[in-house]
Structures are given as C-alpha cells and as structure tokens.
C-alpha cells in the first residue's frame, strides 16, 4: 500500500527581509561582559562551588583531561561570549557545545553587533525570524562547510573568521557528484553534501566564487574564538527550533549533516573525559541529552574494545532554579525535595563521576568562574 505525502509548506512564498529592517533588542557592544577581575561576591557555600569547579578544570588540563561546557542561547544573549571566549583561548576549555540559537545569536552579534527581536509583535506581523541574511548565511555556510568535510560549528567559525563564503561552481558540484557515486566503492555522504550544496546554489541563485561578507564584531564572537583557537565548537540543533529554519534556502539534508557530525565530534570528547570536567550551563533539555547518549556511546565502544570506561569525572550543572540546598552525593533527592524536580540534574547524576549544582544565574557564574581561574592560574 503506497503512502500519500502530507501537505507541506512552500517556503517561496515567504518573503525574507534586510536585518537593517529589524529593531533589535540587543547590541553586544552594551551588553558584553568583560572576563576580568574582579568577580562577584558571593554566598560562601556558592563560592566554594565555583572554587571546586575552577579547581577541577585546572588539575583536568594539568593532565591533559578534556573539560567541556555545553550552554543554552542565553549565555550568549547575556553578553558571556567574550567571558567563555577567554577560557578558550587560555586553555581551561578544550569544547564548547549549544543549540542552534546560541550560534545564531552569536554569529548576528558578529556580523552586525546585535541580536533578539520582539517575538510577540513580530510573530503577529510575520516578520519573525524571517530575516535574510541570517538565513542565508548560516544555510549556505553549513551546506558549503558540509561538502568539505566540515561540521555546523566549524562550518559557521569559518564563515566568521574568513568574513566570507566561497561558492563552487555548480558544473564542479556536478562532476563531483559524479566521480563520488563512481566506482565498486561510492562516496555517498560526499555525493550528497554536493547535491544539497548544489540544489541550495540554484534555488537560491547564488553565483560561484568568493562572496566577502566583512563581521566587525567578531571579537565578540565564541565560535570565532573557538575556531581561531582550534578547538570544537559543536552545534546541536532540533530542526524547526531556529529562526534560520524560515528561510528557503534551508536543507534538511546539509544541517542533519553538520549537526550529526558535531555531535559525533562531542561524543569524541566525552569519550576521553576519564579524569575531566563537563559544566552545562543553562541547558536543562540540550545539555543532559547529548551527553547521556554520548556517554553511553564512548563506554559502549570501550566495553567492546576491552579499554575501561569513562570514570572520575566531575560534573558541574548551574542554573537559576531552586535547587533546595539537596546534596547529590547523597544520591537522588526524595520526591518530596525541590530538587526532586530538576530533571537535568537527574539526568547527569546517574552517568556516575561527581555531580556539584550551583544555583546561580550565568553571569554570576561565569564571572566568578573565570575571577577564580585567573587566581589560581597565577
């Protein structure tokens, strides 16, 4: 019995818009927070937290242990970039993972200083999300990225760090498609990379060669920090979650692609994470998700290849909910205890290690956090 397609939106008949055209509600020059010295004052039980973090990232790297921070969209719309960025490039962290939002928010800072809209009045006019040069942008960045092997991330560190794209011709994408599905042993992953590409090229009427497209504020910028630095940035999307979704010369294909890819490169870190530091900060859904399937993927493969599994590590969970002073060395908190309700933090409580919550909002934490390292690192 054969099956009857759903009816599906046809995106040409959005109408995309000039981000000039957009009131932005923030501006990164504003609102970015300087990593420096000195960091906030804090409850003494908090601060002692942030002093165990810190510690356990230095002794980690001492070591050559990975420490990793996986973050929500929100660390970067409160002006943290700069604050992890500098972590980055002093080598406290070895990766850095979000969700689609939190790349696009810090791509726009970088290329035109601001970022967020009014979500209410604009999803009433039609206009959210429907802006043109993010979507475009990113779209194309990732897709072009897709076909040199590159992951989301990667792919959108690129585009900042070069200030432009560089199109193939699509006669080239053709002969490449070609030549990779040739032969007793065919590339299909690249023979498809080509084929997205080369759809998004002609529907979008993109013209081959190099496409400048200055980011002035790209000192702004994580994912350029990230790239500049060499370490990954990873991108783990839900498709129709992001505003770059709207737009048509968006492809599934290219984006399942880069993002199953960044994940895969996060699995890598978390399988090396014996002795190391995991932080989610802000991600009560993205953050715990990725990382119980990538812990169970790195111990799967260690079981099999007779190799020990991923112990010792500490993990570091912060967010502004109540978490009722619970203490998750004592196990799982009963269900009549606030943090019987912090399903994150169940979550990373039962992939072993060592779990500390600190409940606090992110620019307190990663002020503190990165006031303490700079001590310490002295």
């Known amino acids: 019995m054969s099956g009857h397609p759903s009816p599906r939106f046809d995106t040409a008949r959005l109408r995309m818009l000039p981000l000039a055209e957009r009131r932005h509600r923030l501006s990164i020059e504003e609102i970015a927070v300087d990593p420096s010295p000195p960091g906030p004052v804090l409850p003494e039980a908090v601060a002692g937290q942030v002093r165990r973090c810190a510690d356990r990232i230095l002794r980690a790297r001492a070591i050559g242990r990975p420490v990793i921070m996986a973050f929500g969209a929100h660390l970067i719309k409160n002006g943290l970039g700069p604050v992890v960025a500098w972590m980055v490039r002093q080598g406290h962290l070895t990766h850095v993972a979000t969700n689609g939002a939190g790349s696009i928010h810090d791509w726009e800072f970088a290329y035109c200083g601001k970022s967020a809209e009014d979500v209410r009045a604009n999803t009433a006019a039609g206009r959210f999300g429907t802006w043109d040069e993010t979507g475009r942008c990113i779209n194309l960045a990732v897709a072009i990225g897709g076909v040199d092997g590159l992951g989301y991330g990667e792919s959108v560190g690129r585009l900042i760090a070069e200030e432009g794209l560089t199109a193939p011709d699509p006669e080239a994408l053709r002969a490449g498609i070609a030549a990779a599905v040739a032969g007793p042993a065919p590339d299909a992953e690249s023979a498809a990379a080509m084929a997205d590409l080369l759809s998004l090229i002609q529907s979008g009427g993109v013209e ?61 870190s978390v399988s090396n994470l014996t002795d190391g530091v995991h932080i989610a900060v802000g991600s009560s859904v993205m953050a715990p998700m990725i990382f119980e399937k990538a812990l169970s993927m790195a111990n799967n493969a260690a079981i099999a290849e007779g190799r020990p599994t991923v112990a010792g590590h500490y993990l570091v969970v912060t967010d502004i909910q109540d978490g009722g002073g619970w203490d998750w060395s004592s196990g799982e908190p009963p269900m009549d205890h606030p943090a019987y309700y912090l399903r994150f933090c169940k979550t990373f409580y039962r992939m072993g290690g060592a779990l500390d919550y600190i409940q606090l909002e992110n620019v307190l934490f990663l002020k503190a956090l990165a006031a303490e390292l700079a001590r310490e690192s002295r």
């Open 208 to 268: 081959p060669g190099s496409h400048s497209l200055p980011h002035p504020w790209h000192r702004f910028s994580l994912q350029y920090a990230a790239y500049a630095t060499g370490i990954p940035f990873t991108v783990h999307p839900g498709l129709g979650y992001d505003i770059i979704h709207t737009h048509p010369l968006v492809s599934g294909g290219a984006l399942g692609r880069g993002a199953i890819r960044d994940f895969y490169a996060y699995v890598h």
